[in-house]
């Protein structure tokens, strides 16, 4: 797919209008003679042919390929969070409690600031060079966390580790979107969201296996736990050479010919299955090419024409930033603070709480698209919020063991699994496709930067007072957020529910 790039076929600009016929519906490499369109100016029905797509093994590969982000992010979480008992012991490297909790604010801010520069890069230079280039900081710095000598090398490789999970969160949220059919777009979006769980697991485990002194010395086997990113990393970055250039991408920058091309392509792969599946009924989409868009119109985009929905990414960002990373940031702390729970053993209390996360978005996803985006989002918003007011109030009455307490979690991140997962399919589908990428990097950065650095250093510093009430405070405010997100849902959210991504968000190049 290669020769398809973007770099490799583009033309200047006189030439390339020179090179659009007169008229021009792209349609399985036909064209239609009709009116010609001024300069400049193409018709096509691409999104209405990848919309039409039955489900099959390309879609699988785009799922494998792209959605491991979320699989590596929850491994690289569940990691810091299981084998921070090790790096405070001297074994490790001696951290102290709010080092650990520094650790994951590095993390996240690193992933911050990934999101903002690779978003930015993945709307100008196209979705396929970006997701290989975010993947591989990635594995640069995940092999070197295993490597870190003491608190500040640590926390110097954490940040660099999230800045490349920060750039795939973008560029992958954005072609997964792009290429999966409107009809499937929810539930697979939430499922994906929710292999985190996935990679959680894998971390917990290996926390299990590597901090087990019978097995191998856990001075040694916190080191090798970092370097199961770095191997899965490896084996995805051959894959993803089979992913194309998103063909909405293309179109939307004047690469129409290679969006078709790109598009015949896949529809090739289907054959037979794909003649069988009815075409939708939409106009093809009549655009104005462009090289890019200018920052000023990103932000008119943001701030103007879609102002509320801006407001409502960001309250579902924050709120649900919040809610998972300090709690789960700090789950390990609370463990061997308040229940003395030896390092080696958090793992088993980590794949409970990873399964309940994995299950809430396999089971309530598909109603979604069914019962509809603003009635599920405002519920498990809402629910999530409720569901850990009470958790809080329990753990204050120190009616939890560690045992019933981490039951409590997984009945709590059954909700706010699918509410989170449903926070990225939100901003990433309510947007236009020039700045989807930047829109997504501008929701995760802030909502990330308020909630999810905040939320550990906050909650790392309550868990050092050796106070329930402290904690459960802590855990109050996280509840109030989400309630707060939930509402905004109810009152502005979008019923984007199977509708093709050009009807929820006209991109900003179309022609009426």
């Not at 926390?207 to 086997?221: E, Q, R, Y």
């Not at 958790?391 to 009616?399: C, I, K, P, R, W």
Request: aromatic share 10%; hydrophobic share 50%; charged share 15%.
């Amino acid at each position: 797919m290669a020769r398809h790039a973007p770099g490799a076929t583009r033309i200047p600009e006189p030439e390339r209008r020179a090179s659009v016929p007169g008229s021009h519906c792209v349609r399985g490499r036909e064209l239609r003679a009709a009116k010609a369109p001024p300069p400049g100016i193409v018709e096509t029905d691409i999104p209405a042919r990848l919309d039409a797509l039955p489900f099959g093994r390309f879609h699988l590969l785009v799922i494998v390929a792209l959605g491991i982000t979320w699989v590596l992010d929850g491994l690289e979480v569940t990691l810091a969070g299981s084998l921070s008992g090790e790096l405070v012991q001297r074994t490790g490297l001696g951290l102290s409690n709010a080092q650990v909790g520094l650790a994951g604010s590095a993390y996240l801010l690193g992933a911050v600031a990934g999101a903002f520069g690779f978003g930015w890069l993945s709307d100008r230079l196209g979705r396929k060079k970006l997701f290989f280039i975010t993947l591989a900081v990635y594995l640069l710095g995940t092999a070197a966390t295993g490597l870190s000598w003491n608190a500040s090398s640590y926390l110097l490789f954490r940040l660099l580790t999230g800045a490349g999970i920060g750039g795939e969160y973008t560029a992958i949220n954005s072609t997964i979107q792009e290429l999966i059919p409107a009809r499937l777009r929810g539930w697979t979006d939430l499922l994906i969201n929710g292999s985190f769980w996935i990679g959680a697991a894998m971390g917990a485990g290996g926390s299990i296996l590597l901090l087990n002194p019978a097995f191998i010395d856990p001075a040694l086997g916190w080191r090798l736990a970092f370097l199961i990113g770095t191997a899965i990393g490896l084996i995805i970055l051959l894959m993803r050479r089979w992913i194309p250039e998103s063909p909405r991408w293309l179109m939307t920058h004047g690469f129409a010919k290679e969006a078709d091309v790109v598009v015949s392509e896949i529809e090739a792969r289907f054959g037979d299955e794909r003649r069988s599946m009815p075409l939708r009924r939409q106009p093809p989409a009549r655009l104005r090419m462009r090289d890019h868009t200018p920052l000023a119109e990103v932000a008119r985009t943001l701030f103007a024409t879609y102002r509320r929905r801006t407001l409502v990414g960001l309250m579902l960002m924050a709120a649900q930033a919040f809610f998972y990373n300090a709690i789960f940031f700090t789950y390990a702390l609370i463990l061997t603070n308040f229940y003395a729970i030896p390092a080696d053993r958090i793992g088993w209390y980590i794949l409970p709480f990873a399964t309940g996360n994995v299950l809430g978005p396999l089971l309530l996803g598909r109603l979604f698209d069914t019962v509809g985006r603003k009635i599920m989002i405002a519920f498990t918003y809402a629910a999530s919020a409720m569901l850990l007011a009470t958790v809080g109030y329990l753990f204050d009455q120190n009616l939890f063991t560690a045992q019933t307490l981490t039951a409590a979690w997984m009945i709590v991140f059954f909700f706010a699994s699918a509410a989170a997962s449903s926070a990225y399919l939100t901003v990433s589908e309510t947007f236009p496709p020039e700045i989807r990428a930047l829109a997504i990097a501008f929701f995760y950065a802030i909502g990330t930067g308020v909630g999810g650095v905040a939320g550990p250093l906050l909650l790392g510093s309550l868990i050092d007072t050796g106070s329930r009430g402290s904690v459960a405070t802590g855990y109050a405010m996280g509840s109030a957020l989400m309630l707060a997100a939930a509402m905004a849902e109810a009152l502005w959210g979008v019923a984007a529910e199977r509708k093709p991504l050009e009807s929820v968000a006209r991109p900003l190049s179309f022609i009426e």
